[in-house]
């Protein structure tokens, strides 16, 4: 059996944290890794006394997080065959995990994208900012880099040697486009499934605010197009 690791960046989620790790199969994954990104609460405590391995990075970012979890898994005494990265706001359903990993286990993928946007979602779970944000970013990536993505849902399975090959740099809300950008530019085989998505517990730091929400915009568009030109 491959083995598959979980990466889930937390920031100051104690009310959500052990329920998405609760919800993880287990028969499914080697280890889980929550990265606490500078937490106030108790969300490091909780998600070791779930199990998990719980890495600290203070460096605020969500990207940012998700490079500490690959840097611990470099340091680890074995080696991965896939990546999962899962939002620890319980927003994303982590027993549909297996439907991520089949297409990569089973039907050589790369990379599978959770798409939010062709799932079940409950009403208000996906902000109209957030949904058209997805709308537009993923036409762009279609029009430049010639690959049809619905979604930037961080909900993602990807082999972990392709995840190091796309050389992952950004530290804050560009981190999903551009894996998929760097993706589609190294010729990865790519596919998205439908997942199942709910309202998250708690505030959101990037689509719950009109600041973060422009922010991330801006931030996402601004890969695009810098992408065009590495």
Known sequence: MEKTVVIIPALNEE???AQVIGD????????????????????????????ATVVNEGRKGYGQACLAGINHIKNSSYTPDIIVFLDGDYSDYPGEMKN?????TEDGYD?????????????????????????????????????????????RAIRYDKLL?????????????????????????????????????????VTGT???SFMAGVKIIWMIFRQLFS
């Open 15 to 17: 009310r959500s944290i």
């Open 24 to 51: 993880i199969p287990r028969d499914l994954v080697t280890e889980i890794v929550v990265v606490d990104n500078g937490s106030t609460d108790s969300t490091a405590r909780i998600a070791s006394g779930c199990g």
């Open 210 to 212: 009109i600041t973060g």
């Open 165 to 205: 090959s796309l050389d992952m740099k950004d530290k804050t809300f560009g981190w999903t486009v551009e894996m998929q950008i760097k993706a589609a530019k190294k010729g990865l085989r790519c596919t998205e499934v439908p997942v199942s998505y709910r309202k998250r517990i708690g505030t959101s730091k």
């Open 111 to 155: 990379l599978v994208i959770g798409s939010r946007t062709v799932g079940e979602r409950q009403k208000g779970a996906l902000l109209p900012q957030a949904l058209m944000g997805n709308y537009v970013a993923t036409r762009l990536i279609k029009l430049f880099y010639g690959v049809s993505f619905t979604d930037l849902g961080p909900f």
């Open 100 to 104: 991520l990993v089949s297409p990569v």
